[in-house]
């Protein structure tokens, strides 16, 4: 006889949920591809050949229409009070008048029944009240551990209002003071506490099928400095834009924070820092701990579960990118999807500044983890697009770093991600002098450090270019190196500009600047979705050229008639659709797909995978 203890309930329920789920799903995206005009056979194909790394809708819930009906599954069937607090499946006033019968609602609710639509606007409505942005944050954190579907569709119909908010400039005053706001916690705390039993704390996460990690360990967050445990915003932000402009599901989606204690003495002193109260750990210490980590996570997820490593300081970010590049797969955002970001950015402004990238000149103040891996990704691009060398193609790019511009009779003392930079070159120490010894046509801003690019810098910058291109990357927007008002008025109207964080359209002269953003957010959930739906296995260079040409490729002629470099955040799910597509081909292109066969139509096939908000009906 089974004995009847958890893991052996667990197991039974979860086969005869596949099967009846199973049962229901083949018929289910049978009617719906007919019904759509598709042709079933070409799906059945690619479903028998097994949905190898394919965003899974295992419980036919985004595939279900609205008069089908879907069972709102956690162990048991959730009903009553428990429903209305599984953030997965409360819907809220938004229940009908039917659920509440059959799940034991009556009276746990007003009388009122609200469609999702109604529920958006009265939300939508309350936030915009709120003249302090932590306030929006922190409603907007309390939706979405109150009803998921509804925090998503928000996101998802607001972005360009509600992305600040959840992501930068507010998420980084929301890590200063998350032990402050903390309230019910959001992912995945591992500290040196666990070390030795770091695969028993990812069991115990609630789902078990995850498609992406973020991780940081909370040393670098944005250009704010060592944020210790506080970092996990960033995560969590960083995958709720994984689910809301790239369709990854919420439930595949893990937001890890490593904590190793922290160097900041504000927070070691704070009576509310949620974190361990001791210096950072290093050296072995730490690679251990980051070690058993990565392994624990490919022995409980498989290995083709996304690592996105994120806000880690430089001197571990490249570290830890080559030593897990070749066994797991593994991206680190800061490094390759600003990098990404940043040229999809330079290739669309050609078309207002003129000539191929080979034609530029470009100077970063700033040489760390988004500086050197922007400059490393336009080197390789130009050297893709001119045959030469990749020694060759460095020798347009400067960079300045702390100590001034990175010349070559520095190279001994210079970190070894800076070293290719170091070009033939007298010592120059500030930024101005080097903006007017080396005469960029563009200038991108990495540094973390706000106000670097001065009325002088900017001037230079215009004294010699008839459309100088001025990317500030900084975040948040207190770091960013000037703002797009200083950006368009010192440069007289004739700068092209965009920025890590959002500004507001700019007038000047009788005409307004709408300023981009250049963000990886872009790039980054486009990017993991073209990974996941292909089944890659390995994060490739070639892949981060792809997704910039497909993102360059969407700026319209209005966009650039605005002075725009980069499409509106509005469109971004198709964007991402197209990222995702283009990394996909590639994956297969280069043999490191492992989702055969191949779908014969990619952005379709990325756009059918992706997670819908709207409320599923419960039978
Ligand atoms: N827009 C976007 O999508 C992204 C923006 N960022 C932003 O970029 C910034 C930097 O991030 P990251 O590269 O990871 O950080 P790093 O710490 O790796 O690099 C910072 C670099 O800036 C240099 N620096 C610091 N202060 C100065 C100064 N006063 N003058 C000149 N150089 C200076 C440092 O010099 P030294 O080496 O000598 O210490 C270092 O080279 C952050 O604000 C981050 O938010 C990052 C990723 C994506
Ligand atoms: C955007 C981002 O990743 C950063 O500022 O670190
Ligand atoms: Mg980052």
Redesign the pocket.
């Known amino acids: 006889m089974i004995p009847l203890n958890r893991s052996n309930i667990l197991k039974v329920v979860g086969v005869e949920r596949r099967r009846v789920v199973r049962k229901f799903f083949v018929a289910l995206m049978e009617k719906t591809v007919k019904m759509n005009g598709g042709d079933y056979s070409v799906v059945e194909e690619e479903s028998k050949a097994g949905f190898g790394g394919g965003v899974e809708d295992v419980y036919g819930e985004d595939s279900a229409t609205e008069d089908q009906l879907v069972t709102p599954w956690t162990v048991s069937v959730a009903s009553g009070y428990t429903l209305l607090r599984d953030p997965h499946h409360n819907k809220g006033l938004g229940f009908n008048e039917k659920e509440r019968d059959a799940h034991y609602l009556r009276g746990l609710l007003p009388p009122a029944v609200f469609t999702q639509e109604l529920q958006e606007k009265k939300l939508m409505h309350n936030l915009r009240k709120y003249d302090v942005p932590l306030h929006r944050y922190m409603a907007m954190m309390d939706l979405q551990e109150r009803n998921e579907r509804l925090f998503y569709k928000l996101l998802i119909d607001n972005v360009e209002e509600l992305l600040p908010v959840v992501y930068?400039p507010t998420v980084g005053e929301a890590c200063q003071k998350y032990g402050s706001i903390f309230s019910r916690p959001q992912g995945l705390y591992i500290s040196l506490k666990e070390k030795g039993k770091i695969l028993e704390v990812l069991k115990n996460w609630p789902e078990k099928s995850i498609q992406v990690i973020v991780v940081t360990d909370g040393e670098?967050?944005?250009?704010?400095g060592d944020l210790g445990c506080q970092g996990m915003g960033i995560p969590v932000g960083k995958l709720s834009l994984y689910t809301a402009l790239g369709g990854i599901r919420p439930s595949a989606c893990l937001p890890v924070t490593i904590d190793v204690g922290t160097n900041n003495e504000q927070l070691l002193k704070d009576e509310f820092y949620i974190g361990l109260r001791h210096k950072r750990a290093t050296g072995q210490e730490y690679a251990e701990l980051l070690d058993e980590f990565m392994n624990a996570v490919k022995q409980n997820y498989g290995e083709k579960v996304l690592v996105q490593f994120e806000?880690f300081?430089?001197h571990n970010?490249f570290e830890l990118l080559s030593r897990y590049r070749s066994t797991h797969l593994v991206f680190n955002?800061?490094?390759q999807?600003?990098a990404s970001?940043?040229l999809a950015g330079l290739i669309a402004a050609l078309k207002l500044v003129g000539g191929t990238l080979a034609d530029h000149t470009f100077l970063f103040?700033?040489?760390?983890?988004?500086?050197?891996?922007i400059a490393e990704l336009i080197a390789l691009e130009i050297s893709k697009q001119t045959k030469a060398p990749l020694e060759e193609t460095r020798k347009k790019i400067w960079?300045?770093?702390?100590?001034?511009l990175i010349v070559s009779s520095r190279k001994e003392s210079l970190?070894h991600f800076?070293k290719p930079w170091a070009h033939e070159h007298e010592p120059v120490k500030a930024?101005l002098d080097a903006v007017k010894a080396i005469k960029p046509t563009v200038l991108i801003?990495?540094?973390?450090?706000g106000k670097?690019f001065t009325k002088e810098v900017v001037e230079a910058m215009s004294s010699f270019n008839k459309k100088p291109l001025i990317?500030a990357?900084?975040?948040?927007t207190s770091?960013s190196e000037c703002t797009a008002e200083e950006a368009y008025t010192w440069s007289k109207g004739r700068a092209i500009f965009a920025?890590?964080?959002p500004f507001d359209p700019v007038e000047y002269d009788g005409k307004v600047f709408v300023p981009g953003?250049?963000?990886?957010?872009y790039i980054f959930p486009g990017f993991g979705l073209g990974l996941i739906i292909s089944g890659a296995i390995r994060v490739h260079d070639d892949m981060l050229l792809a997704a910039s040409e497909a993102l360059a490729v969407q700026v319209a002629q209005e966009n650039f008639d605005k002075g725009l470099i980069y499409p509106p955040f509005t469109n971004i799910r198709k964007i991402s659709a197209h990222i995702a597509a283009k990394v996909a081909a590639k994956a297969y292109e280069l043999g490191l797909a492992s989702r055969l066969p191949r779908p014969k139509d990619l952005v379709k096939y990325a756009e059918s995978c992706m997670y819908s908000p709207i409320y599923r009906s419960y039978r």
């Not at 960079?399 to 001034?404: A, T």
């Not at 801003?445 to 450090?449: A, E, F, H, I, T």
């Open positions: 930068t670098r967050i944005l250009g704010l806000d300081a430089n970010a955002d800061d490094i999807g600003t970001v940043v103040l700033g040489a760390g983890e988004a500086g050197t891996g960079l300045v770093d702390s100590r001034g970190q800076k930024l801003g990495s540094s973390g450090v670097t990317l990357l900084s975040n948040p770091q920025s890590g964080s953003q250049a963000n990886n957010a």
